[in-house]
């Protein structure tokens, strides 16, 4: 049975940082990637980045430079850390990880077999 569960959200104020950690289980993290998603209230979810098996990485336009990914495969988890968070970056973030291995990360969520059950972030302005 695989299963991710993140952590690290919470409360921060504008121009502040948080980590949010992904912790898979289940599988062997080192042969899948693993991608980001946030969810604002009302709308649908959509891609913030993700880090592939081999760590390549890739990041929607809003968030590179500020967020991200790495990977610590002998801890099974997979993290975003967030700099300069903003006011817009206010939702809830969920982690992802596809049904089958080494594959590059995607942007399409209906790609994706596998969801934690998200954390939420919060920054103040």
């Known amino acids: 049975q695989v299963s991710l569960v993140e952590s690290g959200g919470g409360l921060v104020q504008a121009g502040g940082s948080l980590r949010l950690s992904c912790v898979t289980s289940?599988?062997?993290?080192?042969?899948?990637?693993v991608t980001w998603f946030r969810q604002y209230t009302g709308k649908e979810r959509e891609f913030v980045g993700g880090?592939?098996?081999?760590?390549?990485?890739m990041y929607a336009t809003s968030v590179k430079g500020r967020f991200t990914c790495s990977r610590d495969n002998a801890a099974n988890t997979v993290y975003l850390q967030m700099n300069n968070l903003q006011p817009e970056d206010t939702a809830v973030y969920y982690c992802?990880?596809?049904?089958?291995?080494?594959?590059?990360?995607?942007?399409?969520?209906?790609?994706?077999?596998?969801w934690g059950q998200g954390t939420q972030v919060t920054v103040s302005s």
């Open positions: 992802a990880s596809h049904r089958f291995p080494s594959l590059l990360p995607s942007m399409r969520r209906n790609e994706y077999s596998y």
């Open positions: 880090i592939a098996w081999n760590n390549y990485t």
């Open positions: 289940g599988r062997t993290l080192s042969r899948y990637a």
